[in-house]
């Protein structure tokens, strides 16, 4: 069964953001609030992890389109190819914030993710977020939790997040309600800036 672990975004507690930390290190999954979202996250170089998320999604690992979670755009050259002055200068602009932008991907992608051509970078406004980066030392892989509702697309009550997910994640923040609007989608591989989904962050600072 999963934790139910309640942290402050104000004022992340170290020891709590320890033991997510701890959780993902040894290939646990995690749900955890963003500046938009809920999201489903796990470490990035532990391939069980990432198995574990894409199963649980339904999709193909090498084929899956997750979001690197970041700290902050230190980590793009870490996973993303060399950029252009105009492409930083929007990344610059937007992040942290709602946004997730694709890049073009490099060569020090993790092993499951070699075929793929481009990556969703994320850096979201919100401590929690930034906190567990910093504490693992290298980006979260993470994707939304969509709901069943008909009307809401995403759920923000982290108890009921808890409830439908109890049997298939370690922890779930409770970081208070979360929004139901996710990421504002962008891909700047293209010559132009194009918006694949429209969400929380405007598309007019294009």
């Known amino acids: 069964m999963a934790e139910l672990l309640r942290i402050y975004n104000e004022n992340p507690e170290a020891n709590k953001i320890k033991k997510v930390v701890d959780t993902l290190r040894n290939g646990g999954l995690v749900i955890y609030p963003t500046d938009t979202v809920y999201g489903l996250g796990c470490d990035i170089t532990n391939t069980a992890a990432l198995e574990k998320i894409a199963q649980i999604k339904g999709v193909k690992l090498d084929k899956a389109n997750f979001s690197f979670i970041c700290e902050d755009l230190s980590n793009l050259s870490d996973y993303v190819k060399q950029i252009d002055t105009a492409t930083f200068k929007i990344l610059k602009r937007c ?112």
């Open 95 to 206: 992040l942290p914030g709602p946004y997730t932008f694709v890049l073009p991907g490099n060569n020090n992608l993790p092993n499951v993710f070699k075929k793929k051509k481009t990556v969703g970078i994320r850096v979201p406004d919100n401590n929690i977020c930034k906190a567990l980066v910093s504490g693992l030392g290298n980006p979260i892989v993470s994707t939304s939790i969509k709901d069943d509702d008909e009307v809401l697309e995403y759920t923000t009550d982290p108890e009921l997040i808890k409830e439908k997910w109890d049997h298939l994640v370690d922890i779930v923040i409770d970081g208070g309600f979360g929004n139901n609007i996710p990421s504002t989608v962008i891909d700047l591989t293209t010559a132009t800036p194009e918006v694949i989904r429209e969400g929380k962050g405007s598309i007019e600072i294009m």
